[in-house]
């Protein structure tokens, strides 16, 4: 009993991260091609995968709109660094750029 919960509480609590999550549309790809040239929807989706997991273990997930383009650019390798080093998250060159291109796109570009 106490496990199953344990479980429905965990439910809950997933099901409330997922939904704050806004879908990327082929709109944001075209957005983004404008900054990235062979950008495509997977590369984002794989970065906003990558975002939530990895960047929320010491710090809650920060708004993509909460900074610019050169904030992103300047923030995120040395935070996936950070995610390698402290975490083992394995993060390499391309999930990097995934994560970037992500935040970038979904921050500031669609600000702009
Ligand atoms: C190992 C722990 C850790 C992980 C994992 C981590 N961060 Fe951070 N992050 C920090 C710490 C500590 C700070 C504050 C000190 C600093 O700026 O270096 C910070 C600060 C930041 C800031 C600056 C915010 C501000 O208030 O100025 C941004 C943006 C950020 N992190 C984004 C990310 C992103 C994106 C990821 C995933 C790639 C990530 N973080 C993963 C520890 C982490």
Redesign the pocket.
Known sequence: MKKWIFLSIAAVAVGCAASKQVAITEADVTLAKTEFSGVTLAELQTGQV??TE??????AL?DPA??GVR??KH??P???E??N???A?G?DKKE?QA?LRY?ITMGPLKKS
């Open positions: 990558l975002y990895h960047c929320q273990s010491c710090h920060k909460s900074e904030g992103w923030h995120v040395e935070m996936v950070m995610a080093k402290d975490k998250a993060l990097e994560i935040l």
